[in-house]
């Protein structure tokens, strides 16, 4: 079972900070580091110092760590035309020497759009589908020929398809709880499927609607990924568990129906149940960045869950 961290930096985070967890993440032994892709806060805190760009902050972490993948839960397809992306998604994956994932998903947050002047298109879906087939197409496209899209939102000619990862695959997450377009894109473009803060059954559930999906598709269901994103709020006791909720705003209980919560012996219990129904990767959602000074709950789960998982 792979952990992996993933952070909510909107909620009030800098690139400083961003980079320490980064670094925490790596010399911890954790396979990953990922971040949201939102420029607003959400909830009653106040973000600040204010947003960091996913890409931009990415694109850091590429040069300062050496070992960890890197990636997006989910990158927005409203912030970003699909060639542009893939010239940077390309860019950083070289920055990194080849660690680099990208998820992406068809933007839903409709307040952060309205608050920094981005459009909030309709017919989301579609896009997202076009946009898969464009950054997939142009990375896979060989050196020396064109790519060419003609679509509903999109058209590009003669892209000379340029810069290539170092990747010869950057891998792609597309992630979501959609019953039936969800699991046939997936089907059609992902290395790796996520579903967040589901419980057992309704990961169960999905995961059999994404593998009988890629059976139509004509693909093995075991060729993509499976994986799950939960909240995490582990402690050594019980004052400990209250009190990193609390910080977070949510109760206990609460986070120990919907998330991994309680002592390492409960979370390992819990990891194991979403593994039974396929789950090989879990995202932890660490909410609690400010002033960095929970950093020991990483520790603590490294230590104590991951040790334990093989």
């Not at 933007?107 to 608050?115: K, R, S």
């Not at 990891?271 to 039974?276: L, P, V």
Request: with cysteine; charged share 25%; glycine share 10%.
């Amino acid at each position: 079972m792979d952990l992996r961290i993933f952070t909510e930096p909107q909620q009030g985070a800098s690139y400083d900070t961003l980079l320490s967890v980064a670094k925490a993440t790596e010399e911890l032994g954790y396979d990953a580091f990922f971040r949201s892709d939102h420029y607003l806060r959400m909830g009653a805190v106040d973000g600040l110092p204010g947003p960091t760009d996913a890409w931009i902050t990415l694109a850091g972490l590429a040069r300062e760590t050496k070992r960890i993948r890197l990636g997006t839960l989910m990158t927005a397809g409203t912030f970003r035309l699909p060639g542009v992306l893939a010239i940077q998604v390309a860019q950083v994956d070289q920055m990194s020497g080849g660690r680099v994932e990208l998820g992406l998903g068809a933007g839903w947050y409709e307040e952060e759009h309205t608050a920094y002047g981005i459009p909030f298109p309709k017919e989301k879906f579609s896009r997202l589908e076009e946009q898969l087939a464009i950054v997939t197409g142009l990375w896979s496209t060989p050196v020396g020929r064109t790519f060419d899209f003609d679509g509903v939102h999109y058209q590009l000619k003669d892209s000379p398809a340029l810069p290539k990862p170092a990747q010869r695959r950057i891998p792609v997450l597309i992630g979501g709880h959609g019953t039936q377009r969800t699991p046939r894109l997936a089907a059609r473009f992902a290395d790796e499927f996520n579903i967040p803060f589901a419980s057992v059954d309704d990961t169960e559930r999905q995961f059999g609607r994404v593998r009988e999906a890629a059976e139509a598709h004509g693909r093995k269901p075991d060729e993509i990924v499976y994986s799950n994103a939960l909240v995490a709020c582990v402690g050594k006791d019980d004052a400990e568990v209250a009190r990193r909720a609390a910080v977070i705003g949510r109760e206990v209980d609460e986070l120990k129906a919907n998330g991994l919560a309680g002592s390492p012996d409960e979370v390992v219990d819990k990891i194991g149940r979403y593994r039974e129904v396929g789950s090989s990767r879990i995202y932890l959602q660490i909410l609690d960045l400010h002033d960095l000074h929970d950093l020991d709950h990483l520790e603590l789960i490294a230590s104590r869950v991951q040790s334990q998982l093989g």
